[in-house]
């Protein structure tokens, strides 16, 4: 099966960005459109996904051109409103269903759940559609009546799989008009894949192995074991999503597409909320944007505020999977945020008597480091295998002590050897480097640019060696897929 | 020149650089199995056999690792003079030896190709082509990318679905984890790239008392066949017949003793012999383990074959090859070239079996070998004359009379004044040969300094740390410890 990292993939690409700069302007995007349809037929194991995907994006297109025909009819807004719905509910039923019913069947009744067939990208399409349908519906937009082209902003490959969760208005002229070659924009594309290589293998893969260790035998691995396993895990999330979308990113920049930025360095923040600003910012935006504000968002005083943020987070747990521990890890985000806003007070009064003025470094720095261990401990609870696991995982935190296994090399008995965790080490340093530039505002890839040819050449050639050397991939160890692309 | 045309120019300069560098990466990645670090130097074998001037080898010989410690073509071309090459590996299947054969041919012209028929038994049923993943990639990796290569490549991976056939070209995927163990050699490819014996391996440890023969019994018996027997190496075996009769090369098949045998196997391939107008030998039975006259367990024949019964089997071999195929004997350059490097082995095998001191400080006294000696307590008491002597003739310079209970030292290295040094108090010694590549550390704490000898050489211990002479051999042409023994004060037989 293809996929971003795969072989075949980029000789796949390497095919389809020259057939797409030798074709006229306007023949462009229709092989963008071949090309898509391509990755998606080798991506899927079922003729029947893409039968159901194709379904959504026919029926969405009919709803889409139907809702904006509505809007210029004198009809009740309750009927307008209605086919909006039917609109969305016909157009997202592998969505609504299968969440719903493995919830009901899997956490309820505890029955077998239903085999239902699940397209490849489905969480990030439906969300993709209803947004479409919805911006029509709310005249932000106007519908697209080339059906082909509707295809291809639903099935554009380098977001299909893990997002980001793209806007019509953001996509539509770029997709669309063809864009000459750009040099520049072609070579920080090719940077982006890089970089996109480095934190799939240099940190998300071997994060994942002590990950996994500890993960899939917590009975025996407890206590100190746990706090290791929690924090590489987050680092693993954050990596291996990064990097699926920073090789979107620079596989889009290829063909002259710029697609929006996903994260801004969640682990930087110095709250929950300031994190959900910052981490997988579609969703965050397409949560507040078609549930928050529609419920009502902070309308209404302060209990109809958290009832509506403990609502968008539920939405945000389903979303990501349907069982209890995700229910429950989007509870814990939403309980965050309302402890957040009820202790701010207190926090304030903490933070004289520890003499810590707002703005200082040290308060920031003390903030971001108890914001991360409280998104850690959500996170524990989303990686194990139920939420009473991860519960047991917690609690075994505080529990059970064994502060020894990091001074007597236990660490390196995880599946990572000492040489490994010394990369992963440097590896994670480098990020936290990068993301300290970036978060000072400089662009990396513009200094990169105004380097000579030998000196381009060769950290080129140093990145790409590097990660063929040192990277965890292949052999023995089996994780091509990335960890969102399973939600 | 515009800038379009420049733009393609760098960018084809620029991954042309890459793609050297990083397939000069994968070679070096690339697991490496020579004399030094394998009992069966698959990549050395292989390596050299492709340095061999064109049609210059009249018999191949193909098969599992007991092919490899059987046939020795240096011992053919020293009694027989016929040119012959090894070209078996640890668990080469038929399918293996077929696509082996399939591109030697491309190379050479053999009249005669002799095969072992082991592997044609099921004996991995586990494994798609009867051979585990590593060891088909240990025979196949070196092989040089032509069009054999990919069909075997494209074969396997048809064949067994949990190999990866592009694995076989970016070779990165299976091995980039090797970057934090690379060695020496995976850095040097002069270390690799010749195998003095040609595909033969010698194992210097004696077999076992004894050995029952095969004596057939019933000559109609067929069953007890099929159900040890391969399909899939039937019908290599099958290909490969037709490829030797193509190029007009005699097949001989030959069982080993120690392979599987019964009345079923022995008149299954007879048969198979026979239909297919080529021949067989089962040197398990009784008239053929007579001739070859092996005596056990000095000269073991018996499963992997020792030095001293490879001598048999080969000279057997090479009689038969001469009498029964008409091989005549052609000097060859690439043989005689070897002939000392064999004379050597032969010595090096034979190393580990002297027990005598006097003896053993005569067999050490050669320019191949770097010695290296510490005294752990005491090594003087009950010294004899004679011993003193043959330490003098040896080359040592000191008078061991009045250094009882003394620590002591010796390095001796080929070229070299021996360095030597006693004391009462604890020495050490660090020191590089082979021109600085290995580094050696010696400690001698005698009686009164703490009892300990340490020989390390790169790294690992090999001093046996007990009372007396503690001895390291180390063979400077096949670069590893060839033995290690220990003389107790005045003790005149060797413990190991």
């Not at chain 2, 091995?175 to 060695?183: G, K, N, Q, T, V």
């Amino acid at each position: 099966m293809m996929n971003y990292v795969s072989f075949v993939f980029y000789v796949f690409l390497i095919l389809l960005t020259a057939v797409y700069y030798i074709l006229p302007l306007n023949f462009r995007w229709l092989v963008l459109l071949a090309g898509s349809g391509f990755f998606y037929y080798f991506t899927i194991y079922r003729r029947m996904q893409l039968v159901i995907f194709a379904m959504s994006i026919g029926i969405s297109y009919l709803f889409g051109i139907l809702i904006q025909h509505l809007r210029t009819r004198q009809w009740k807004p309750g009927w307008k409103q209605l086919i909006l719905i039917t609109g969305i509910v016909l157009s997202v039923f592998p969505l609504f269903g299968s969440k719903c019913t493995d919830f009901f069947l899997g956490c309820i009744v505890h029955k077998q759940k239903f085999p239902w067939i699940i397209p490849v990208g489905l969480s990030f399409y439906s969300l993709q559609i209803i947004a479409y349908l919805t911006d029509i519906y709310k005249g932000r937009i106007d519908c697209q009546r080339n059906p082909f082209k509707y295809a291809l902003f639903i099935s554009f490959f380098p977001h299909i799989i893990q997002g980001p969760i793209p806007r019509y208005q953001q996509l539509e002229k770029q997709l669309f008009c063809g864009h000459r070659y750009d040099s520049d924009k072609f070579m920080k594309g090719i940077q982006l894949i890089i970089w996109g290589f480095f934190l799939k293998y240099m940190i998300a893969n071997k994060a994942s192995v002590i990950v996994d260790t500890v993960f899939n035998n917590h009975m025996t691995y407890q206590g100190l074991y746990v706090a290791v396993a929690g924090v590489l895990y987050s680092f693993q999330l954050y990596t291996d999503f990064l990097s699926c979308v920073t090789i979107s990113q620079g596989v889009s920049q290829l063909f002259g597409i710029c697609l929006t930025d996903n994260f801004n360095h969640p682990y930087f923040s110095v709250s929950v909320k300031e994190f959900w600003r910052r981490w997988h910012i579609s969703l965050s935006h397409w949560l507040r944007d078609y549930i928050y504000i529609p419920l009502g968002g902070n309308r209404g005083g302060r209990l109809c505020k958290y009832r509506n943020l403990v609502l968008t987070f539920v939405v945000s747990g389903i979303w990501h999977g349907a069982s209890w521990k995700f229910l429950f890890w989007g509870l814990m985000h939403g309980g965050y945020q309302i402890a957040g806003d009820l202790t701010h007070d207190l926090q304030e009064k903490i933070y004289g008597f520890l003499q810590m003025p707002p703005g200082s470094r040290l308060r920031r720095l003390f903030q971001q480091l108890v914001t991360f261990c409280l998104i850690t401990a959500a996170w524990i609870i989303f990686r194990a295998d139920s939420l009473k696991t991860g519960i047991k995982m917690i609690r075994s935190l505080f529990t059970f002590r064994n502060p020894w296994i990091l001074f007597d090399n236990s660490i390196f008995r995880l599946g990572l050897n000492q040489k490994e965790c010394e990369v992963l080490g440097l590896s994670l340093l480098l990020l936290l480097f990068v993301s300290i530039l970036q978060e000072r505002g400089i662009v990396i890839r513009n200094w990169f640019v105004r380097q000579c040819l030998p000196v381009r050449w060769s950290i080129y050639l140093c990145a790409v060696c590097g990660i063929w050397v040192l990277g965890t991939y292949g052999f023995g160890f089996d994780a091509n897929d990335f960890i969102y692309g399973g939600f | 020149m515009p800038e379009k045309i420049k733009g393609i120019i760098r960018s084809v300069i620029f991954l042309s650089i890459l793609a050297s560098v990083l397939c000069w990466i994968n070679q070096i990645l690339e697991p490496k199995y020579l004399y030094k670090n394998s009992t069966w130097p698959t990549t050395s074998s292989y390596h050299q056999f492709y340095q061999m001037e064109e049609n210059t080898i009249d018999v191949l010989f193909f098969g599992s690792s007991v092919c490899v410690n059987a046939f020795s073509p240096q011992e053919i071309y020293n009694s027989c003079g016929i040119r012959s090459y090894n070209l078996g590996s640890e668990q080469q299947s038929i399918f293996l030896s077929y696509f082996w054969l399939k591109e030697a041919l491309r190379f050479q012209s053999p009249q005669v190709v002799v095969l072992d028929t082991k592997f044609l038994m099921d004996i991995h049923p586990e494994n798609a082509i009867n051979t585990t993943e590593g060891l088909t990639r240990k025979c196949l990796d070196p092989m040089k990318w032509s069009k054999v290569k990919a069909e075997a490549v494209n074969a396997l991976c048809s064949l067994d679905e949990n190999q990866s056939e592009l694995s076989y070209y970016l070779t990165n995927i299976r091995f980039h984890s090797r970057w934090s163990s690379l060695a020496e050699h995976d850095l040097d490819q002069s270390e690799y790239q010749y195998a003095e014996l040609k595909g033969y391996s010698a194992i210097a440890d004696y077999g076992p008392q004894a050995y029952g023969t095969f004596q057939s019994s019933d000559p109609d018996r067929y069953e007890n066949f099929e159900p040890v027997i391969d399909p899939l190496m039937l019908e290599y075996l099958d290909r490969l017949t037709a490829l030797c009769q193509e190029n007009h090369i005699r097949l001989a098949l030959v069982s080993l003793p120690g392979n599987e045998m019964n009345d079923g196997i022995h008149n299954n391939l007879t048969k198979y012999a026979a239909d297919h107008h080529i021949d067989y030998y089962n040197f398990c039975e009784t008239g053929y383990y007579e001739a070859i006259g092996a005596e056990l367990p000095k000269e073991s024949v018996i499963g992997h074959e020792n030095l001293w019964g490879s001598i048999k089997m080969s000279k057997y071999m090479g009689n038969l090859l001469s009498e029964t195929y008409g091989i005549a004997p052609v000097p060859d350059h690439q043989w005689e070239e070897t002939k000392e490097y064999y004379a050597q082995l032969i010595r090096n095998c034979e190393l580990p079996h002297i027990s005598d001191f006097n003896e053993y400080f005569k067999a050490v006294r050669s320019p191949y070998y770097s010695v290296f000696i510490s005294v752990r307590e005491d090594a003087v008491t009950g010294i004899t004359d004679e011993m003193k002597q043959t330490l003098k003739d040896f080359g040592l310079k000191t008078d061991f009379s009045d250094k009882r209970r003394c620590s002591y030292y010796a390095v001796i290295l080929p070229g070299q004044a021996p360095i030597e040094k006693t004391s009462k108090e604890a020495l050490t010694i660090t020191g590089g040969f082979r021109n600085g590549r290995s580094v050696y550390k010696i400690v001698s704490q005698g009686y009164y300094a703490g009892k300990a000898s340490i020989i390390e050489i790169d790294g690992v211990g090999y001093s046996r740390n007990g009372r007396g002479f503690n001895i390291v051999v180390y063979d400077n042409s096949s670069m590893k410890v060839i033995d290690r023994v220990r003389f107790d004060m005045g003790g005149t037989s060797a413990i190991r």
